[in-house]
């Protein structure tokens, strides 16, 4: 007789580790998505998942490096992504042209960076957002607890809503703070 055990962890990850990102993002079949920065490729393959082909994935990466291990990401997951290689301060994308910007904070990139360079990222989303379109900045805070103990974290990023609010985005908010993430959520105005 064999007897089969089953063990119930709750320390164990989920399946997919990208569940709650893709989930905040709120991307769908169909939708327009640049994603700034890239601090984790697999992180943004999942995302560019959920856009299918009837919609469009673009990363726009600082260097040729980060550029490649995107390109695999994509591979590895059987997803498209359209990346370029450009300052993350000059969006080589077209007007109107996304639905959903996400700007990558989880490595602290943007935090670290000099604030007319945030002021010019922030305007570079809002330019190429449709009317209407949302941009989301996913950064890291502190862990606390158990998960402080098991897992090694970035430093916690800056708060961007006030370069957000400053630069024209409305209903800036915190939409969530979970597993060592935090995300923040703003809105180009319809005019």
Known sequence: M??????????????????????????????????????????????????GLSGRAAAIVPDPETGGR????????????????SPLTRLPLEDAAFDVAI???????????????KRAIVRETLRVLRAGGRVMV?????????????????????DPAPALQADGYRAVRVLAEREGLIFHEGIKPRD
């Open 138 to 158: 996913i950064g890291s805070t502190t862990r606390t607890g158990i998960g402080a103990k098991l897992q090694r974290s970035s430093a916690p990023s800056s």
């Open 70 to 85: 995107v390109e695999r990401a994509a591979s590895q997951a059987g997803v498209l992504i359209e990346v370029t290689v």
């Open 2 to 51: 064999t007897v089969c055990r089953m063990f119930l962890n709750p320390f164990r990850r989920r399946e997919n580790p990208y569940t709650l990102v893709v989930g905040m993002t709120g991307v769908k079949m169909g939708d327009r998505v640049v994603h700034v920065g890239c601090a984790d490729a697999a992180q943004l393959a999942a995302i560019a998942s959920k856009v």
């Open 103 to 117: 700007v990558d904070d989880t490595g602290s990139g943007f935090s670290r960076m000099a604030a007319a360079d």
